[in-house]
């Protein structure tokens, strides 16, 4: 349904480091989850695409900075290195996408209520479908002045936005680990 005129799709792995992670909600089962969507990528040949964010305080090349070891990139798979939350903003992903005739993305990883979100929006405005893999993804609880919010209402929000998400001509959805599909 993809405004983008192109049919293929893309998994994309959003700053799944070890200094992101290291203290998120469900973090082994939602690695596991990710590896398993990564497992069906491959044997798909659906092209795979990590994201990885740094900042003054995730400094490019440290061991923060670096993806989770329960996690291996392939040589020949996609990496985006990006300073802001959304992956499209100040990197080539929009043109490695077109190069690669990708309209749909499929979307895992962390943090839900930050970098995950601001590139499903940025894809859903640049027109590809968005599938957000809705156990594959996660956050922190924040404590912000008086507010506790739990990563786990973060979570279930995000993954609940979607079912109402709707553009022109453009598919936002959820899908369980188990039941995706990139046959």
């Not at 786990?152 to 936002?172: H, K, M, T, V």
Request: glycine letters at 4%; aromatic letters at 6%.
């Amino acid at each position: 349904m993809t405004t983008l005129e192109r049919d293929g799709t893309a998994l994309l792995v959003i700053d799944v480091q070890k200094g992101v992670v290291e203290d998120a909600f469900h973090r082994a089962r939602v690695i596991a989850n990710i590896n398993e969507a990564l497992g069906k990528a491959r044997a798909s040949n659906t092209p795979i695409v990590w994201v990885q964010h740094a900042d003054a305080e995730l400094v490019s090349g440290s061991t923060q900075w670096e993806i989770v070891d329960e996690l291996t990139p392939l040589d020949d798979e996609q990496h985006i290195y990006k300073r802001y939350g959304s992956s499209f903003e100040d990197t080539n992903l929009d043109e490695m996408l077109s190069t690669l005739n990708v309209g749909h993305l499929v979307i895992t990883g962390a943090q839900t209520n930050a970098c995950v979100r601001h590139t499903i929006h940025a894809a859903l405005e640049r027109g590809y479908d968005v599938t957000l893999v809705s156990d594959a993804h996660t956050t922190s609880d924040i404590d912000w002045e008086q507010w506790h919010v739990s990563a786990a209402q973060l979570i279930d929000e995000q993954n609940l936005s979607l079912w109402y998400y709707e553009l022109p001509g453009r598919l936002a959805q959820t899908v369980k680990t188990s039941d995706l599909s990139l046959a």
